[in-house]
């Protein structure tokens, strides 16, 4: 089983759909959980932290985390082409280094 | 505020050769890695550094070793290459929460 997993996609939403994106991870005294985006051919950036149970919501982004089912999702709401990337789910313990999940294709159609 | 630069951004290798991946970051973070990332795939840490003169194993570290003389400064060194090496490197520097993790641009790695 793998630490941390990711369907690697792609996922295909219209535009303007909601996108969820889901990550599941084995280790339960995991303690912070990340979103990353990636375009294509570019590194990864940093688009949510969540670290307690429940919503976490920046602009369009929302990242939910539930502990007890070990799992991790994005939605993205009013998704826009500019969104079409690679999501990297993240998950670390305290002193220790993340673990990336496989990452998910989005494929936003206009 | 360059954050944190790789070079070089694009190698072709033979089999057996050597290289060095530099990496400095700017951002004064005591924690830095090495991550590599295979076609469709995830990160994969390689190596990671606490502070100057500490380095520690990641998940794949075979095949590679690094350095950490300054808090700037992580080069990552293959010996020997192999066609299995050929990637994409990360470096990336962070906190020493090591959550919040910066990445540098990227380098692509062929090795033929």
């Known amino acids: 089983q793998k630490e941390v997993e990711q369907n690697s996609g792609p996922l295909s939403v219209p535009e303007g759909a909601i996108a969820s994106l889901n990550c599941t991870y084995s280790?339960?005294?995991?303690?912070?959980f990340f979103w990353y985006r990636q375009y294509s051919g570019k590194s990864p950036e940093l688009i949510m932290s969540?670290?307690?149970?429940g919503d976490k919501e920046d602009g369009r982004f929302t990242a939910q985390l539930n502990k007890a089912s070990q799992y991790v999702s994005l939605l993205i709401r009013d998704s826009q082409p500019s969104d079409s990337a690679t999501y990297l789910c993240?998950?670390?313990?305290?002193?220790?280094?993340?673990?990336f999940g496989g990452g998910t294709r989005l494929m936003v159609k206009p | 505020n360059a954050g944190v630069t790789q070079t070089p951004k694009f190698r072709i290798l033979k089999i057996g050769q050597s290289m060095t991946l530099q990496c400095t970051q700017d951002?004064?973070?005591?924690?830095m890695y090495w991550y590599r990332q295979d076609p469709g795939m995830g990160l994969k840490l390689i190596y990671y550094?606490?502070?100057?003169?500490?380095?520690d194993k990641g998940e794949v570290p075979n095949g590679y070793n690094v350095s950490r003389s300054t808090t700037e400064d992580f080069p990552l060194r293959l010996e020997l290459a192999a066609p299995s090496q050929t990637s994409v490197y990360f470096c990336?520097?962070?906190?020493?929460?090591?959550?919040?993790?910066?990445f540098g641009e990227g380098s692509w790695l062929t090795v033929v």
């Open positions: 990336a520097s962070s906190y020493p929460d090591g959550n919040t993790i910066y």
């Open positions: 951002m004064n973070h005591n924690y």
């Open positions: 280790d339960r005294v995991s303690q912070s």
């Open positions: 969540i670290y307690s149970n």
């Open positions: 550094s606490v502070g100057a003169g500490i380095t």
């Open positions: 993240a998950v670390g313990r305290a002193g220790n280094m993340l673990t």
